[in-house]
């Protein structure tokens, strides 16, 4: 009987990965089908006429957002940028700065650069926890170093305030988000309503991207071109992959672990949301079984889609799914662009997790948004019901991911059956190792898809061998979410999403 588990759990996982495969290839064909159908033509073709504006809420990205405002004055066409800030960062550096004293010790006993950015984790930026470490190689047990470095450090918001005095550029501009409570919904909420007043919904097209995307200097015209070929669209999304600072992940362990990390990441985009846009965008019938993906950053939407769904749901972990649920209840189909963004990966082993433990409480949210949806929407609640049942389901896979292979990987040893464990090694090769190099080939033989400069991915055997602890670990965020949410149905308390720091 157990031996029938195992082989009905290891057909599952072979079937997983043979069909991620297939899905990688098929995702990269698509969209460059659909890139040749739209993208190349001439720019004199787009006569639309919509106002652009990308919104970028923000929250102590003192590390990134210089890069970015430059990054987004490189951008062709007209559109306005504008950066969310929130009084949020200022009400926390007390905070911060209690957490940074309780660390002194741990702190100036650090014997790595690695491990003093792991520690200084959400209170300095990465490059400043980094210099803070050298100036105590020449000065140990200074403390005075990190905590001027702390002192001096901006806020966001005057940092940004600061650049758009010194480039005198009126396409950039702050809107700041005026309390101390809130999250990331609450800041892009302020902002439309700020932005909307006396606006043609229809005719303004916003932007959302997070501070570290890469904004490509073609994006509003090849929007342009999409609107174009599909003037019918008021939903777009642009997939990301997570891999413009594959390069400049550092350690040497935790270099290997957070690369397989980043191409885990970018292989779900291709072998899980890209085929699920596509599934609802190409055929009738995924307008039923397939509803509601959506991501923040690489949004293009129509503001009159907005005002019709009621904004950004605000009493979710994250923004961005729930609003795609209600989007295609709505009767809107989601378009894909057919140009991917290439965004950051997390560079530290603590934002990694904090990332994953903020995506699960997102996708196992989809019970609780499918419930008042049906109870208090005028939605079709069969439609509504199926989406949100197939979702969670889909998040339990996750959850369960990493017990799934140690169980494959353990079960021969312990039954002391070899071909067992070939068989098990082979499944995971396949899921994983090869699913990367396969995406990796594609990816480098499709660099006209991805919206940064022509990169070329190397990847180490070190990186192939860090597959192993990243799908190992992979379940422990969700795990931890899970506690967490169980423990706040309990006490009736509020979950605070985790912010991935750079």
């Given at each position: 009987m157990y031996d029938k588990i195992f082989l009905a759990t290891l057909s599952y996982a072979f079937f997983r990965g043979i069909r991620g495969n297939f899905r990688i290839l098929s995702s990269f064909q698509k969209l460059n089908e659909?890139?040749?159908?739209?993208?190349?033509?001439?720019?004199?073709?787009?006569?639309?006429?919509?106002?652009?504006?990308?919104?970028?809420?923000?929250?102590?990205?003192?590390?990134?957002?210089?890069?970015?405002?430059?990054?987004?004055?490189?951008?062709?066409?007209?559109?306005?940028?504008?950066?969310?800030?929130?009084?949020?960062?200022?009400a926390e550096r007390e905070v911060q700065k209690r957490k940074l004293n309780?660390?002194?010790?741990?702190?100036?006993?650090?014997?790595?650069?690695?491990?003093?950015?792991?520690?200084?984790?959400?209170?300095?930026?990465?490059?400043?926890?980094?210099?803070?470490?050298?100036?105590?190689?020449?000065q140990p047990n200074d403390w005075h170093i990190i905590s001027n470095l702390f002192e001096q450090l901006k806020l966001t918001k005057e940092v940004i305030e600061e650049s758009i005095k010194t480039l005198k550029r009126e396409q950039i501009s702050v809107i700041h988000y005026p309390n101390t409570q809130g999250n990331k919904t609450n800041q892009l909420n302020y902002a439309i309503k700020e932005l909307e007043k006396g606006k043609d919904g229809h005719n303004e097209f916003l932007l959302f991207y997070d501070a570290d995307s890469h904004v490509h200097q073609d994006t509003i015209i090849n929007l342009q071109k999409y609107l174009a070929f599909y003037p019918q669209a008021n939903v777009i999304q642009q997939s990301a992959l997570f891999l413009s600072n594959f390069e400049a992940l550092s350690g040497s362990y935790q270099k290997s672990f957070l690369q397989a990390i980043a191409l885990l990441q970018s292989r779900w985009t291709m072998a899980h949301e890209v085929p699920r846009i596509l599934n609802q965008f190409e055929t009738k019938i995924g307008n039923y079984l397939e509803g509601s993906h959506l991501v923040a950053h690489g949004l293009f939407i129509r503001l009159s889609v907005l005002q019709n769904v009621g904004y950004f749901p605000d009493s979710f972990i994250t923004e961005d799914l729930p609003l795609g649920y209600l989007v295609r209840l709505s009767g809107e189909k989601i378009y894909p662009f057919p140009i991917l963004e290439n965004t950051q990966s997390p560079t530290t082993i603590r934002g990694m997790f904090n990332m994953y433990e903020n995506w699960f409480l997102g996708v196992i949210g989809y019970i609780k948004c499918s419930l008042k949806s049906i109870l208090k929407r005028d939605v079709p609640k069969l439609r509504a019901a199926i989406w949100g049942s197939t979702y969670f389901i889909r998040s339990t896979f996750w959850l369960f991911l990493s017990v799934i292979w140690i169980y494959l990987l353990v079960y021969p040893l312990l039954s002391d059956n070899l071909l067992f464990g070939l068989l098990s090694v082979t499944?995971?090769?396949?899921?994983?190792?090869?699913?990367?190099?396969?995406?990796?080939?594609?990816?480098?033989?499709?660099?006209?898809?991805?919206?940064?400069?022509?990169?070329?991915?190397?990847?180490?055997?070190?990186?192939?061998?860090?597959?192993?602890?990243?799908?190992l670990t992979h379940s422990y965020s969700p795990i931890v979410a899970t506690f967490k949410l169980v423990v706040s149905l309990l006490t009736r308390s509020k979950i605070n999403r985790k912010k991935t720091e750079r």
């Open positions: 659909l890139y040749s159908q739209v993208m190349i033509s001439d720019e004199s073709q787009c006569q639309e006429s919509a106002l652009f504006t990308i919104l970028i809420p923000v929250l102590r990205e003192q590390e990134v957002i210089k890069k970015i405002i430059e990054n987004i004055l490189l951008i062709k066409g007209n559109f306005q940028a504008v950066f969310i800030t929130t009084e949020r960062e200022s309780s660390l002194k010790h741990r702190i100036l006993k650090a014997s790595n650069r690695e491990e003093i950015v792991n520690l200084l984790s959400g209170i300095l930026p990465a490059s400043l926890a980094a210099e803070g470490f050298e100036m105590l190689k020449s499944a995971f090769v396949i899921y994983a190792p090869l699913s990367f190099a396969l995406f990796k080939s594609e990816f480098n033989q499709n660099s006209h898809l991805i919206a940064q400069e022509r990169q070329q991915l190397k990847v180490e055997f070190g990186t192939y061998l860090a597959t192993v602890p990243a799908y």
